[in-house]
């Protein structure tokens, strides 16, 4: 697999690494585990993750014990025991380095399901999950005890249901992977309605235009960068829209589609050997004066210093 950032199916997973102890589900779902002394023939998922990259669906890693580091759209988040992590869909996931010494005092569980597979299921994550926004920015949380023994129970369960060869194991897993996430998605929200509320709750049509606005702008960001685009397709006048992107989250709609961009050329930058004249290109810039122009600003380096640091 190159270092450019791409966007990856289980199938491309699978063609792109020789995984070895996972457990696959007609392309549709992996199970593994990266633990203890057979973590090193375990390598194949940690190989593709120390390069950036989109998955189409969910992903759930949950850490019984050691530690690991983990970027979601360029912020780390720190795993430790007990810890949980969730991945929606076209979030931008890179694992920082893992030093061999310290798989062998690793326990990772994974789970990678695709989000063709959880539509088939009826599982309905924006109606489950009615605050997706904030798991941009807290994906990571850390279960009691009891959370983390059922969480393995589900684990093994879905494991012996794949081994099992029975005739309805796509179903079976299916029901067990729809109940472990609204389990952890239980715990999440429950975690945020404890913590400190940001602002007063928005309606449910705000949250969905919202949600909505965010899912186009993953889509079109590297050309569409005008909130007049997106509010023609979201049927809203301009000026609405900015206001409704900021009175929901704080921060304006031109700010949420700067920062899609500023993300995809970090990444660019970072992880590729793209010529910055390429990532122009890719970018859909004029020209490479105004992408510099656009990057600086937003960054206070220029491209070639943030390539270089």
């Known amino acids: 697999m190159n270092q450019d950032l791409q966007t990856v199916d289980i199938t491309r997973l699978l063609a792109l690494s020789s995984i070895a102890d996972e457990y696959v589900l007609d392309r549709s779902a992996i199970l593994g585990e990266i633990t203890g002394t057979m973590a090193g023939q375990s390598r194949a998922l940690l190989d593709l993750l120390k390069y950036p990259f989109r998955f189409d669906g969910f992903m759930l890693f949950f850490l019984k014990k050691g530690r690991l580091e983990i970027d979601v759209n360029l912020s780390r988040f720190e795993l430790t025991e007990h810890s949980l992590l969730v991945v929606i869909p076209g979030n931008i996931v890179k694992l920082a ?6 798989l062998a005092n ?25 605050d997706s926004l904030r798991v941009m920015d807290t994906p990571c ?3 009691d005890d009891a959370q ?22 796509r179903e079976m897993l299916g029901s067990l992977l729809t ?9 999440w929200t429950t975690r945020m309605q404890e913590e400190e509320p940001r602002e007063p709750q928005a309606s449910a049509r705000v949250k969905q235009l919202t949600e909505r606005f965010l899912t186009l702008v993953a889509r079109h960001h590297n050309r569409e960068r005008g909130v007049a685009f997106y509010a023609s397709e979201l049927c809203l006048t301009p000026k ?16 949420w589609i700067d920062s899609y961009v500023i993300l995809e050329a970090k990444n660019l930058l970072k992880y590729s050997d793209k010529s910055i004249k ?3 290109a890719v970018l859909n810039f004029p020209s490479q004066s105004v992408f510099n122009k656009f990057f600086k600003t937003h960054t206070g380096q220029t491209p070639t210093e943030y390539r270089k640091f």
């Open 278 to 280: 390429e990532i122009v």
């Open 179 to 187: 109940s472990f996430i609204y389990m952890a998605l239980g715990v």
């Open 141 to 143: 949380l850390t279960l």
């Open 106 to 130: 690793t326990d990772l569980y994974f789970t990678l399901v695709s989000g063709e597979f959880m539509s088939g299921i009826r599982f309905d994550f924006q109606k489950v999950f009615q």
């Open 148 to 169: 983390l023994s059922l969480a393995e129970d589900y684990f093994q369960l879905s494991r012996k249901v794949l081994l099992g060869n029975l005739p309805n194991r």
């Open 240 to 255: 609405y829209l900015s206001k409704l992107i900021k009175d929901a989250t704080g921060r304006s709609a031109p700010d």
């Open 97 to 102: 380095s893992v030093p061999d010494a310290s």
